[in-house]
């Protein structure tokens, strides 16, 4: 999968085409022509992706390549490979059918939470539907708590890791039992809105599965917790992996018609509003990344993050003297009380979207 990777890189041009150039004058999530190129970045070797700015819709993007996922499942060296872990200890506390095990593990991570709990206040009879399942780890536990449930994903890699670890429960993105399985009661998502091709499309056609009165639910990537001046992008999920970032808002502006509308904005812990704080205050502006090699950032990201592979958030690519200060600051904080006093910060993934189909 290594020459999968490099033939990925290798399709990126040094200088985009005429024809390139005029598709990007367009957004790709509202298709506006008010649109303001901010700059390029280049977290991995090889994938420099230009962003933009959408003066109607308010979001950031870049471009799409539908072809990376299945890439960054395969090379054991991505950032990816940091969710075998999770793997392997949802696996085994589904197969020791230790429904509360397998319940705080998931817990650790607050988007996960997020759906669990909001699933549960339904009946347990409600039909379920996971889109972006990735190895399953989600799904196994509403599979152990006996719902009937589909988890779909675009990577055939991952959904040959969650068949073997949970049973035939998943499917290939495109597959016609999706749209025959519905109506569905409840359809979720997590961590996938801001990495598809058509976010607004997608998110209409899942509300199309949906049975009036039915729930979907899903994370967005929040682009307020870009907190430095002159930051361009979220350093925790850079492209070609996250392509979309949206403000608060978004999805209650475009979908308040089809349905019933609740954002929740999640805000970092107070140690790190601390030091995101203090940032500022010393005018301190966002550094550009120095690339590295895509098939080995889980190396980079396991010695970034400590050891705790569950989040996702922390920051890899950043400068480490930065992360030496960041780290007393937060320390100090913690230990003296001053966190208590930081002004709230938006976490970078916890815009918590929850939508209630609308009668037809």
């Known amino acids: 999968m290594k020459a999968t990777l490099k033939t990925a890189a290798r399709r990126i041009p040094d200088s985009f085409s005429a024809t390139e150039v005029a598709a990007v004058r367009k957004c790709r999530i509202c298709g506006s022509g008010n649109i303001r190129t901010a700059g390029s970045v280049e977290y991995y070797s090889g994938f420099e992706w230009p962003i933009d700015d959408c003066g109607d819709c308010q979001a950031r993007f870049t471009r799409h390549d539908e072809t990376i996922y299945d890439a960054m499942h395969c090379e054991a060296g991505s950032v990816y490979n940091v969710y075998r872990d999770l793997l392997d200890e949802s696996t085994k506390a589904f197969k020791a059918r230790d429904i509360h095990a397998l319940k705080q593990i998931l817990y650790r991570a607050s988007k996960y939470k997020f759906i669990i709990d909001e699933v549960e206040r339904g009946p347990r009879s409600a039909r379920l539907l996971e889109i972006g399942c990735s190895r399953g780890y989600l799904t196994s536990y509403f599979i152990r708590s006996g719902y009937e449930i589909t988890g ?21 993105e495109g597959d016609r039992s999706i749209e025959d ?15 598809v091709a058509d976010p607004l499309g997608l998110t209409r056609r899942l509300l199309r599965l949906l049975k009036p009165g039915g729930c979907l639910l899903f994370n967005s990537p929040n682009l307020e917790s870009c907190w430095l001046a002159g930051q361009l992008w979220i350093d925790a999920a850079p492209p070609p992996d996250l392509v979309s970032i949206f403000p608060p808002g978004f999805w209650m502006n475009h979908f308040a018609r089809e349905a019933q509308v ?26 550009r990344p120095v690339p590295i090699p895509l098939n080995q950032s889980s190396d980079r990201y396991v010695t970034r993050n400590g050891g705790n592979r569950l989040h996702g958030q922390q920051q890899i690519f950043r400068d480490d003297a ?8 937060m320390k100090l904080g913690s230990t003296t009380g001053l966190s208590r006093l930081a002004r709230a910060r938006p976490a970078e993934f916890g815009i918590f979207v929850k939508m209630i189909r609308r009668e037809s």
């Open 262 to 287: 609740e954002e929740q904005i999640e805000n970092c812990q107070e140690d790190k509003a601390l030091a995101i704080g203090i940032s500022r205050l010393f005018g301190r502006r966002w550094k």
């Open 322 to 329: 930065w992360q030496v200060f960041e780290k007393s600051v």
């Open 181 to 195: 399985g519905a109506p569905y009661d409840v359809i979720y998502h997590v961590g996938t809105i801001g990495c």
């Open 152 to 172: 779909v994903d675009i990577s055939e890699a991952a959904l040959k890791s969650a068949r073997e670890a949970f049973g035939d429960h998943f499917v290939l």
